[in-house]
């Protein structure tokens, strides 16, 4: 009788993707389980537990994960494990119908891109952030407050471009390689642990390349002991906050005439809308866009020719050409791609007028419906105690820790807890002060 032979080397792993909806992490709730499927399977339409992603009550708390694109998998075998960008749904148990979640916006971009194939548009997405240590809750490579931003730009200079900063860029671009995801370019920023990468794509798949670079970066930096922050607004005082620059075109803009379509008609369009694009540009963007650090205020639409100073840049030479693309420099970092590129669109090309995109920054008005100077200021994200703060808070022995003036000496080296704890006071003082 012949042996029964395994035939388990024959599977694949399928990493599906999507986003969830914790307030706290709000755009960069990512998550993603594991699928083993048999060789050269589909991957099916599958579900998760959407009461613990804030996303469905405990009482109807399946969620419906449906596949839309698959990558090649960078972190396990890619010539036969991939990534699954997934979209999310409620399925109706009698008509097996299903309805997007209010939060899933991607349907809604597609529709408008769609709408406006004939006019094929493109988008180059600059996504920056800051790369923060898990160990200090530091952005990689701080060290004060009086260190100024500006020589880690485009930074060479080891004083200033952190060992493991460098290693990010490196192991991120070759996951990205290996993914097949179109990223254009990559660059340090102006503030130390800042960080920003460019995707170029057209329609709605730029914002499906997007969503999965943000998931690759993510997973990138957890190798790495570090997370990426996609705040708009990470470190306080005189250090530029992060956007996500979109630049986008239409055939309009850059065929012959594409000048007077884009001063009659584009431009127009998007100041008339400032507001309904601010409340879908990104949480914490009010903060962010305070005409400081290569801002315009949020308050006033302008637009000017080679300006990082406007809502809106004319690249010098698409004015020179009287044709080309513009860069609306009002998203913030942890937009969603798909609100902002379809709204975009929707705006200048007046296509599917009755698709309305979430909101993600509700503006403050008054009785008159008058949007308010004054906006609240979006709390930092809850960041977990370090290493070094947890032994603080757990070793029973340290009844009276440096938060009450002093500790009990203890078992083992004193002074390697001493300096620990002192380490800890400092990462607090850090974080009330400046994250």
């Known amino acids: 009788m012949p042996i029964k032979q395994s035939i388990g080397n024959t599977y694949s792993y399928a990493e599906y993707v999507w986003l969830g909806k914790n307030p706290d992490i709000e755009g960069m709730d990512i998550r993603s389980k594991t699928k083993v499927l048999q060789a050269r399977e589909e991957p099916p339409m ?16 399946e969620v419906i994960i449906k596949p839309v694109k698959t990558y090649p998998d960078p972190f396990r075998n890619p010539e036969k494990d991939i990534l699954v960008l997934c979209d999310t749904y409620k399925m109706n148990p009698e008509t097996a119908e299903l309805t997007p979640l209010k939060d899933n916006a991607r349907p809604a971009c597609k529709a408008i891109m769609d709408a406006a194939a004939s006019e094929t548009p493109r988008f180059g997405l600059e996504q920056e952030f800051f790369l923060i240590d898990c160990e200090t ?19 060479v200079l080891g004083m200033y471009v952190d060992a493991k900063l460098r290693n990010f860029v490196e192991s991120f671009l070759e996951n990205a390689r290996v993914a097949g995801l179109k990223i254009s370019g990559f660059n340090l920023e102006v503030a130390p642990g800042q960080l920003e990468y460019q995707v170029d794509s057209y329609g709605v798949d730029c914002g499906d390349d997007l969503f999965m670079s943000r998931y690759i970066a993510q997973r990138t930096a957890q190798g790495m002991g570090c997370f990426v922050d996609l705040s708009a ?9 992060s956007g996500c620059h979109t630049n986008f075109s239409v055939k309009s803009m850059m065929q012959e005439g594409g000048w007077e379509f884009i001063e ?27 005409g400081k650090h290569e801002t315009a205020s949020w308050k006033k639409f302008s637009y000017g020719i080679g300006s990082r100073k406007s809502s809106i840049r004319i690249p010098t030479l698409t004015y020179v050409n009287k044709r080309g693309y513009l860069e609306d420099r009002r998203p913030s970092s942890v937009m969603n791609p798909y609100n902002v590129t379809g709204l975009i669109i929707q705006t200048i090309l007046g296509v599917c007028p009755e698709i309305e995109f979430p909101i993600d920054l509700p503006l403050a008005r008054d009785q008159d419906g008058k949007v308010l100077d004054e906006q609240p200021v979006l709390k930092k994200i809850p960041l977990r105690p370090t290493l070094g703060e ?24 004193p002074t390697q807890v001493t300096n620990m704890s002192q380490n800890a006071d400092a990462f607090i003082f850090f974080k009330k002060q400046k994250i």
């Open 264 to 290: 009659k008609q584009v431009l127009p369009r998007l100041e008339e809308n400032a507001f309904k694009h601010i409340e879908r540009y990104g949480n914490g963007n009010c903060a962010r866009l305070s």
């Open 233 to 241: 607004r990470v470190v306080d005082g005189d250090f530029n906050g």
């Open 46 to 61: 599958w579900n998760y537990d959407g009461s613990s992603t804030e996303q469905a009550p405990g009482v109807d708390s």
């Open 390 to 413: 947890r032994i603080v808070l757990h070793t029973p022995a340290m009844s009276t820790g440096p938060r009450e003036g002093g500790m009990k000496k203890i078992a083992g080296d």
């Open 137 to 155: 809750n530091y952005p990689v490579g701080f060290t004060t407050k009086d260190d100024p931003q500006g020589n880690f730009y485009c930074g």
